[in-house]
C-alpha cells in the first residue's frame, strides 16, 4: 500500500506500508489540489503497469533548477519507490508540465560510484 497525503499548511508524507516521510510541498506554482490531481494521473499509469513520477514539490519550471519528487517502478508484482531529486538542467528529456508523471528517469538500483540506491518496495496489488 501507497499513499500520499497533503495538508492545507503544505506537509505532506509519503506512506509506503510501515514507511512514513514528511516533506514540504511549494505552493507557488501548483496548489494543493494541484498535487492531489497531478498523484492520481500518477496512480492510473501505474494501474497501466507504466512506471510514474509522483512530484511532492513543483516550482515554475523555468525559474528552478530542481524538482523533487518519488520515482515509482513496476518490477514484476512490486512496485519500486525511489525519492529522487531532478536537476532539470541534467535530464536526458525536456520536462514535461503538461503530464509531469510522465517524466519518470530508467529505473537505476545502483549510482555511477556503484552504490545501492534506496528503495521501498510493496505489491502492485496494492495500486
Known sequence: MYRFQLANSGKGQIQIDDFVESFESDFSFWSKSDYEAHWEQA?????LGKSALFIT???????????????????????????????????????????????????ESVTDEGYKISEWRTGVEKI
Not at 43 to 47: G, I, T, V
Not at 73 to 87: D, H, K, R, S, T
Open 57 to 107: 514539490s513543483m516550482s515554475e519550471p523555468q525559474n528552478t533548477n530542481f524538482i523533487r519528487a518519488w520515482a515509482c517502478y513496476v518490477i514484476g508484482a512490486e512496485l519500486v519507490f525511489q525519492e529522487n531529486i531532478l536537476f532539470l538542467d541534467e535530464l536526458p528529456f525536456k520536462f514535461n508540465v503538461a503530464a509531469p508523471h510522465t517524466n519518470v528517469l530508467p529505473y
Open 43 to 47: 496512480s492510473a499509469a501505474l494501474l
